[in-house]
């Protein structure tokens, strides 16, 4: 489906794959240059924003996230806003208040999360780049599991003015496409100091255009765990990197065993905060019963507004942070995260890049997804938390199929500011590598 062709066939389109949570109703392009579409937590004065959450449903925000103003200035129509885990708690879209998106390359399959619908625009709309946001995972694991290309700059690089935090001290946006020039051509439009946001201002310049990964380390802890068909593949594309000239290293990295408990402390404690401010007065519904005590009246709109993963990650999180414990899991967890950064320091000092698997298996099955626990949901993270706690850049590169045809994806995680490398390596791959589209049919 060519970019532009898409547009009179959105809604088609969507209801097969079920990406958009809202989209345009304008059949042709304009005097846009191009288009894109934005994950539902950024927020868009002409759409709605939801954050996948029905406890902001028809909330019309009164401006535009700095990602998505960056892109419209450039000359972007936003086409829409993309499906997600509610609030980006998830790891496969299933957690949405809306749509479930569909993996191109078998709807009966999931598209990763949390920004799955994303990867899903970018998988079956030609031409399309889709502005995801990844706390823990959420760009580089759906990007894996539609088959694209999906990068996270360093935690700053890209404002969060705009962004629905869910855990202000992970939150960047990134950029999916199947087209790695468009990371090149976009990274440098969305990213930038910005007022709004303090901690996007003591950001290096982006120059994309220098230096290439010349040495790359593989942690042994990374291949533990991974399914087969993952490992081969990984492993064949080892073979295709060497033989480019790459180093390749198997290093130790004990540290990142400890990310994944880390993460899910940390993030919660952060969403639990964050999600205190709806209560049915200020955004999104207000449809409560108004004559009730005001406690009453909050506890009934959250009761109906938040989904279980919500609650129970507001559970979490408020127990991780209680006066009494918040030495054993908070204060623990932000020592793991600093262990985990130091760990990625020391590789670096010898090496470009880490290289990983970005998922331990392919999409799933949306039957499979129903019969897997909490923890197992959060285990599937294991390899996507360690770069995010770290704040460091990271690509997913499709880098193989299994036998049902489904993508498997690798994951470079290169030191703070060099989004460089991994721009040049998602071109340079794409030369070495042959990338399937999935075959969209309507
Ligand atoms: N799957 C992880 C979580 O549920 C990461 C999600 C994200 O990056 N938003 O927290």
């Known amino acids: 489906m060519i970019g532009e062709e898409a ?6 389109i969507n209801s097969k794959y079920q990406m958009f949570r809202a989209m345009t109703d304008d059949k042709d392009i ?60 998830g790891t496969f ?31 079956v709309i030609e031409d399309h780049v889709s502005i995801g946001v990844s706390t823990g995972g959420s760009v580089a694991c759906p990007a894996s599991f539609c088959g694209t290309y999906g990068i996270v700059p360093t935690y700053g690089r890209v404002s969060r003015y705009g962004l629905i935090d869910y855990g202000n001290s992970l939150d960047k946006p990134g950029l999916l496409s199947v087209d790695p020039k468009k990371l090149r051509e976009y990274l440098p439009v969305i990213s930038g100091k910005d007022p709004h946001d303090a901690t996007s201002m003591c950001q290096p310049d982006l120059d994309l255009n220098s230096d290439r990964i010349k040495s790359v ?10 399914s087969d068909d993952v490992t081969k593949a990984f492993n064949d594309a080892l073979e295709i990197l ?26 919660t404690s952060e969403a639990s905060t964050n999600l205190a401010r709806y209560v049915g007065m200020r955004y999104g519904r207000q449809d409560g019963d108004m004559s009730k005590r005001f406690d009453d009246y909050f506890t009934e709109v959250r009761t109906g507004g938040f989904g279980v993963e919500a609650k129970r990650r507001i559970l979490l999180g408020t127990y991780t942070r209680m006066e009494g414990f918040r030495d054993r899991y ?14 990625y320091k020391k590789v670096f000092a010898n090496h470009d890049a880490v290289l990983t698997p970005t998922m331990p298996f392919t999409s799933p099955k949306f039957s499979d997804i129903d019969k897997m626990t909490p923890v197992q949901n959060y285990q599937a993270d294991f390899l996507t938390v360690p770069t995010n706690l770290s704040g460091t850049p990271h690509l997913n590169c499709p880098c193989g199929y299994d036998a049902d045809g489904m993508p498997v994806g690798m994951q470079f995680v290169t030191d703070h500011w060099k989004e460089n490398l991994l721009v040049n390596m998602a071109e340079d791959w794409d030369r070495m590598f042959e990338v399937r589209r999935a075959e969209v049919s309507l």
Do not use: W
């Open 93 to 123: 879209s299933t957690n949405s208040a809306f749509g479930i998106p569909r993996n191109p390359f078998d709807t009966n399959r999931s598209c990763g999360g949390s920004s799955g619908g994303s990867a899903c625009a970018a998988a």
């Open 217 to 226: 380390a593989v942690p042994k802890q990374a291949l533990e765990g991974v």
């Open 242 to 267: 060497k033989g480019s000239g790459i180093d390749i290293e198997y290093v130790d990295m004990p540290e990142l065993k400890y990310a994944m408990p880390a993460y899910y402390i940390l993030a």
């Open 30 to 89: 304009g005097d846009s240059k191009f288009l894109f579409s934005a994950k539902d937590n950024l927020t868009s004065m002409d759409m709605e924003t939801c954050s996948g959450s029905k406890i902001l449903e028809g909330y019309h925000p009164v401006f535009d996230a700095t990602p998505i103003a960056n892109m419209r200035k450039a000359g972007g129509k936003l086409i829409g806003k993309t499906n997600m885990d509610e609030f980006g708690f």
């Open 7 to 12: 547009l009179p066939r959105l809604k088609e």
């Open 330 to 343: 908070y204060a623990k967890a932000l020592q793991v995260r600093l262990g985990v950064i130091e760990a």
